[in-house]
């Protein structure tokens, strides 16, 4: 696992008239960096959106409505996982979980089933200053979109 994304299971409480879930408590641990902003992104089946990376923001990523491949690629010159790759499914049908991604690693996402909506917290308000943008086809990374997978001799966990 990419040293500092954390995951955190959800408990869901169905009765007969549909669901209630807790997402994140300011108390939580799992939240310390603190809230900057709420946002909601529509993405139609295939979009791939990727790589964005963050200076300092932390995201907290939640797939309310279809199923989402995310990749995680650390960026981070100094962190023990560096220029490693790892990948989550989330969304429907899927395990219930925030998934807590830490400034520097560089992430993106593909629409398996959809429509998809994601619903997001960062730690910042958004400033451009502060986005950083890699091509979703950059072969220092060597992710492939279509397969799911690395195309270069990289670690996948």
Not at 49 to 64: G, P
């Amino acid at each position: 696992m990419i040293a500092g994304v954390l995951t955190k299971k959800l408990i869901r409480y169905p009765d007969e008239r549909g669901f209630f879930e807790e997402w994140i408590r300011v108390s939580d641990p799992f939240f310390a960096e603190g809230f900057g902003q709420l946002s909601h992104s529509h993405m139609i089946e295939g979009v791939v959106k990727a790589w964005h990376v963050h200076k300092v923001q932390v995201d907290w990523w939640y797939v309310m409505k279809g199923t989402v491949k995310v990749a995680l690629y650390d960026t981070r010159l100094d962190s023990k996982t560096f220029k490693e790759i790892q990948e989550f499914v989330v969304g429907d049908d899927k395990e219930i979980m925030i998934l807590k991604i830490p400034a520097g690693v560089a992430h993106g996402c593909k629409v398996l089933i959809g429509p998809a909506d994601l619903v997001y917290v960062t730690s910042s308000v958004y400033s451009k200053d502060e986005e950083g943008r890699i091509p979703y086809d950059d072969s220092g990374i060597g992710y492939d979109w279509v397969q799911g997978k690395e195309i270069a001799n990289k670690n996948i966990t």
